[in-house]
DNA sequence: TTGACCTGTGTCACTTAGTGACATACGTTC
DNA sequence: GAACGTATGTCACTAAGTGACACAGGTCAA
């Protein structure tokens, strides 16, 4: 059996984000899409319920992997180390710089093309309920508890600020960042904004 | 003149949302809703960029009062004193506890209606920009400072929660809340999640 | 009052987003 | 290799959403 292939979503995304970024959001029809991703237009639909929410798989891997990888964060380490140790420059592949890029160039889109917000909110809002996973795992409470869910509601939207303020920076400001500059900026949000003390190493 | 009447979208928006209420979103079309409301549907669709987005309306003036009235608060007000005094159950209008309860049964949908959802986000992103604002005066920055973004967007992300949780909590468990009550949750949400001393009297 | 102007809405023809029903192709499992 | 489940393509269709233009009502200056 292969090692479980890449979900196809995730290909035809990324066509939908360079087409978004090339043409406009308005400009690119769903037959532009599956043309571009080699498929019939009708499988694009199966994929997705609008032409908008095509590029969600790409947030989904790319902006938030922060907030994806916080799931196997051990309870005995801080954000800091584990964030520091776990994502590091010469780990990334090309494939996962060239998603990065693109999910970068599409936040820094947002305030031009507003349909595009909603499909970033949707991402948002899907790694919240893993980083409430994690805020439950790290608090040994229940994920249904209001103050784990506030908390991990409220890491999600650190790390989404973040992404946003880095974004356009990066893109209308031309500034560049180096990938532990970010690890910092996300570490110390995620410490600002945690309602619970998860940030520091847990009892286990 | 007339003293700013009320606007015409959120009066489709009620409609809107009991048509998604009581037949779920994919079995009303646009057509319907424009029947419900007495108009063309080349008026609907001028108003709103999908048949979704049309419960916005009603979602930002009512779910988010809160959010919307944090606008007016004093600097020199806990935000315990300024809820407890602006918001009280003899002020609401009939029509405003209409909207509320209209609110909270779409907000206890979400989890049935995924289209629906990108509304709410929506709804919630366009209150954490004014959230933004007030944060901004009651710390004497600038509302592009990175923590104060950081910190509307935590204590609206609180609101969201709150919302969330009472929604559910109303409809599906069936459970009763008075307004001191939500006040209560609403004022320790916010003072749980706000990053920078905006809680409690500031100097002006 | 008139007429120029602006804003909001309706009509209607049109494009594009999105679905249902059915056929086909591929990989499993027995 | 037959039987099955899953993923995709084809095609006809419905519904979402737009462009162009006409018309109604209010405002304002002459």
Redesign the pocket.
């Known amino acids: 059996?292969?090692p479980d292939r890449e979900d196809?979503r995730l290909t035809v995304s990324r066509h939908a984000a360079e087409l978004f970024l090339d043409r406009g959001v308005?400009a690119?029809?769903?037959?532009?899409?599956?043309a571009a991703a080699?498929?019939?237009?009708?499988?694009?639909?199966?994929?997705?319920?609008?032409?908008?929410?095509a590029v969600e798989p790409l947030f989904a891997v790319s902006s938030l992997r922060f907030a994806n990888q916080l799931s196997a964060w051990p309870l005995d380490v801080s954000i800091e180390t584990y964030l520091h140790a776990v994502v590091r420059p010469q780990d990334q592949t090309p494939r996962e710089i060239a998603d990065d890029v693109l999910a970068v160039r599409l936040v820094a889109l947002l305030p031009k093309e507003p349909a595009l917000r909603s499909a970033w909110l949707m991402a948002c809002h899907a790694a919240e309920e893993t980083i409430i996973e994690m805020v439950a795992q790290r608090t040994q409470r229940w994920s249904t508890d209001f103050d784990v869910r506030l908390c991990g509601a409220a890491v999600m939207t650190a790390l989404r600020i973040v992404d946003e303020d880095i974004a356009t920076a990066a893109i209308t400001d031309r500034r560049e960042f180096t990938l532990p500059e970010v690890i910092d900026r996300m570490a110390e949000a995620i410490r600002t904004a945690s309602t619970l003390p998860i940030c520091d190493p847990v009892a286990p």
Do not use: C, H, N, Q
């Open positions: 059996m292969p196809p308005a690119t029809s769903g037959d532009d899409i599956a080699g498929l019939s237009k009708r499988t694009v639909w199966r994929y997705f319920r609008s032409k908008e929410s």
